[in-house]
């Protein structure tokens, strides 16, 4: 079986990570190729961990099946916490190379207490927005005070990690979906409400999902049928 690295790269945006292979021989002239040129347009990539295991290709293949749903169309590159990643990774047989000062288990067990802190931390955000949510007294009647919409979710409608978005008055500008509530947009992360803004230049407040498509359909539109067919947010 030959043996090479499996290594895991961060880059500028938050929660966007390059999943990839090289020969243990090219490990560094890869890493420092990455970090100069970029890939697939995303820059800023810095190598995270790097593990030398046996089946090195297979291996690969394996994590990016297991992350398929996160994945940036047919890049290498994956929406997705990186002490998830790590976690498993550390856990094949094999050696650490970088950080070169670690072990398995000290990686694994770092990762692990990661992974804790992030879910702790994500427990608390909702936490938080559930309290804001409690219902107030009020000096109208409920009747009165128009109903809001929940705010848009890809998910809601059929739109996954990794699928395309269009604006709607240039074709030509497409944005990449990174998760339920936000899109990669040259090498940015954004909401689509402030990516609308920024692509028509306003000062004004837009209804982010008014001005993109999906598959030749507005997103409210797509939306309206979802809500008309009983699948509302």
């Known amino acids: 079986m030959a043996k090479g690295v499996l290594y895991v790269m961060t880059c500028a945006v938050t929660g966007l990570l390059k999943i990839g292979k090289a020969e243990t021989k090219q490990f560094n002239a890869r890493m420092q190729s990455l970090e100069n ?5 995303v820059t800023g990539l810095k190598r995270h961990f790097a593990i030398e295991v046996e089946d090195y290709s297979e291996k690969e293949r394996l994590l990016h099946t297991i992350f398929s749903k996160s994945r940036i ?14 976690q498993l990774l550390s ?24 992974l804790k802190h992030e879910r702790k931390h994500k427990k608390e955000l909702k936490r938080k927005k ?16 128009p109903h809001k919409k ?52 306003a000062d004004y407040a837009i209804q982010g999902p008014s001005k993109f498509t999906y598959k030749g359909k507005l997103l409210t539109k797509l939306r309206k049928e979802r809500e008309n067919n009983g699948e509302k947010d």
């Open 37 to 41: 040129n970029g890939y697939a347009n």
């Open 73 to 86: 169309h047919t890049t290498e590159m994956f929406a997705l916490d990186k002490h998830l990643v790590v």
């Open 91 to 114: 856990s094949f047989d094999g050696t650490v190379i970088y950080p070169k000062e670690s072990s398995k288990s000290t990686t694994f067990n770092a990762a692990t207490e990661g």
């Open 130 to 145: 559930e309290i804001k949510k409690e219902p107030v007294q009020r000096q109208k009647p409920i009747e009165s005070v």
């Open 150 to 201: 929940p705010p848009f979710r890809f998910s809601a409608v059929g739109i996954e990690v990794g699928e395309e978005i269009v604006f709607l008055h240039d074709p030509s500008k497409k944005a990449v979906v990174l998760n339920d509530a936000h899109v990669l947009y040259q090498n940015k992360s954004w909401k689509l409400s402030p990516l609308a803004r920024f692509l028509m230049r």
